[in-house]
């Protein structure tokens, strides 16, 4: 089992940043490949970032590449997101996800979820 937290949501402007973390707790950290989703109001849970357990492989969808960044501290048990360049259109909960095996960006094939946090980007 695995427990996981999100922090660090909250409101920005258009062109802003804000930095997420997700703390794992309950089992080895580095037994599991890490993702981001988020889902804004009347729209389905969407991929946004995934990292292998080394942290030395990540995807991203294609709305966020280049501005997302999604890195992990195995020493802390702790996945980050850090989003520059935010867009009204980023407004959503984010959710952290854990996987054992390889990274994915279904959201199928996620085991374990954190509450969310919410981000909401002003224009």
């Known amino acids: 089992q695995v427990q996981l937290v999100e922090s660090g949501g909250g409101l920005v402007q258009a062109g802003g940043s804000l930095r997420l973390a997700c703390a794992a707790s309950?089992?080895?950290?580095?037994?599991?490949?890490m993702g981001w989703f988020r889902q804004a109001p009347g729209k389905e849970r969407e991929f946004v970032a995934t990292?292998?357990?080394?942290?030395?492989?990540?995807d991203y969808a294609d709305s966020v590449k280049g501005r997302f960044t999604i890195s992990r501290d195995n020493a802390k048990n702790t996945v980050y997101l850090q989003m520059n360049s935010l867009k009204p259109e980023d407004t959503a909960a984010y959710y952290c996800?854990?996987?054992?095996?390889?990274?994915?960006?279904?959201?199928?094939?996620?085991?374990?979820w954190g509450q969310g946090t919410q981000v909401t980007v002003s224009s």
């Open positions: 309950g089992s080895t950290f580095s037994n599991y490949a």
């Open positions: 996800a854990a996987r054992r095996g390889v990274r994915s960006s279904l959201r199928r094939e996620y085991d374990y």
């Open positions: 990292i292998n357990w080394s942290g030395g492989r990540t």
